[in-house]
C-alpha cells in the first residue's frame, strides 16, 4: 500500500505527517476534542468527531505508529477510534495486559472490532503473545484483516459472531460498529450472514498454540453469557477472563453470572493494580457512571488467581 494512501500518526511523539491541511487541522480538533473529554469518559466526543468528518473530511485512513513493531489503521474521524490520537485505547486493559507480560499465554480476542489489542499483545512490547481474533461484522471485519497484514500477519483472523454453539447463521444488528451485536434490541438472532463460533471449537489453533494459560477478551456486545456456555471445556482450564458490565446494567448480569454460576472470582483494574470483588453489590457500586463500561478479569484457575492477586502497576 502506497504512503499517499493514509495519514500517519506517531502515537510517542503525537506527530502527524503526509496529511494535507484540511486533515491536519481536523487531525487537531479531534486531538482537542478527546482532551477535552477525557475527564468526562470522552461523553461529547463521538459528536466531535462527527462534525470533524462533515467540516474537515478526508476519505484516507489514519495509520498509528503505536510501537516500533505495531501499528493499527482505522477510519479518519472515527467516533470511537479516533481519539487515539490523543490517549491510550483503555488504560486498565492495558496496564493490566502489561503486567501481564511475562506470562506465557495465548489470546483469544472476541469481539476484536479492527484488531487493536491483538495488534498490541501480539508485538514486543506486550512480550509476543500468540493472539486469534475474532469479528462478527462484515465490514468491521475488513479493516481487521488490513490490520492483520499491517503487522505482518502475526495473528489469526476470524470472521464468525461467538455464541453457545457453532454452525449457526445470525444477522448483525446495531449501527456503531464499536457496538454491533448478534441480538436486536427484543433479543432476537434470525438468520443472517455470518456463521456461530463457540468457543470451545477454538481446540485446534489452541493445540497448535501449545499453551497452558489461556487469556480471553470478550467483548461480545450481550452476547457474553452464551459464549461463555460455548466454552464449558476452556473453563476447566487456566482461563482467565476479560469482559465488560455496562454501567446501565442495575442487575449486573454478566458478573453475577461469573460470579454465581461459574463460581469464578471477579476483579477491577484500579490505579495501582487489581482488587477484588466478591459481591454483585461491590460490582454496583464501582459501576458509577450509566454511560460507560466497565472492564473486569474473572477466573478459578489457581496459575491466573496467583498472578492476579499480585500484579502491580509502574
Known sequence: MSQNSHIL???????????????RLGMFALNSAAWMTKPINYVGFSK????????????????????SDTV??????DRYWARLVH??????????????RDVDYAYIDCGANYGYMSSIVTGDEYGNKPAIAIEADPNTFKILEQNANLNDNRFEVRHNAIFSKSGEMVNIHGDKHEARSILDDDGNRGDGNVETLALDDLDNWLKKQNKSAIFLKLDVEG???DAMKGATTLAKGNLLVSYEDHGNDKSNEISHYFLNDLKMRVFISEEKGCRELTTSK???EVKTNPRVGYDFVATKSDFWLEKVQNCKYS
Not at 58 to 65: L, N, Q
Not at 87 to 100: N, S
Request: charged share 25%; aromatic share 14%; net charge negative.
Open 72 to 77: 493499527f489503521e482505522y477510519p479518519y474521524a
Open 87 to 100: 490517549d491510550v485505547y483503555t488504560k486498565g486493559e492495558e496496564d493490566f495486559l502489561m503486567a501481564m
Open 223 to 225: 452476547v457474553e453469557i
Open 282 to 284: 461491590e460490582i454496583a
Open 48 to 67: 466531535a468527531a462527527g462534525l470533524v468528518s462533515v467540516f474537515l473530511p478526508s476519505k484516507r485512513p489514519v495509520r498509528t505508529v503505536l510501537f
Open 9 to 23: 500518526h506517531d502515537f510517542k511523539s503525537g506527530s502527524i505527517s503526509n496529511a494535507n491541511i484540511i486533515e
